[in-house]
């Protein structure tokens, strides 16, 4: 997913718990299942940054260091401006773009 494209806002909003766990039925299971998206998208961010900044890694020391360090501070700059991973796991939740299940939930068949 593109994260630099997404509708989630920079900052922490307030929540109406009523709604908020409306397609769990459980406000716990809610949580657990924007964190459990959240870690994803954590996990996906720091590869996607880690990817960018292999480019400029070097391992010998020259002048044109200088240079690289700023490329690599703009990159960090951008990815800290994006919002957090949590904040974008809560829009993407409350948006019904998340797929999740509960296996306990499900019915299991009955064994004799």
Do not use: H, W
């Amino acid at each position: 997913m593109d994260y630099k494209k997404s509708n989630a806002p920079v900052t922490t909003q307030t929540r109406n718990i009523t709604t908020f766990d409306d397609s769990t039925g459980n406000l716990y299971e809610a949580v657990v299942v924007c964190s459990k998206r959240a870690n994803q998208i954590a996990v996906e961010m720091k590869q996607e940054l880690n990817k960018k900044l292999e480019e400029f890694a070097s391992f010998s020391d020259n002048l044109e260091e200088v240079f690289e360090n700023r490329e690599q501070i703009e990159i960090s700059k951008f990815y800290e401006r994006l919002p957090k991973p949590s904040l974008i796991s809560l829009t993407e939740f409350e948006d019904g773009k998340v797929y999740f299940r509960n296996p306990d939930k499900e019915s299991k068949p009955k064994t004799k």
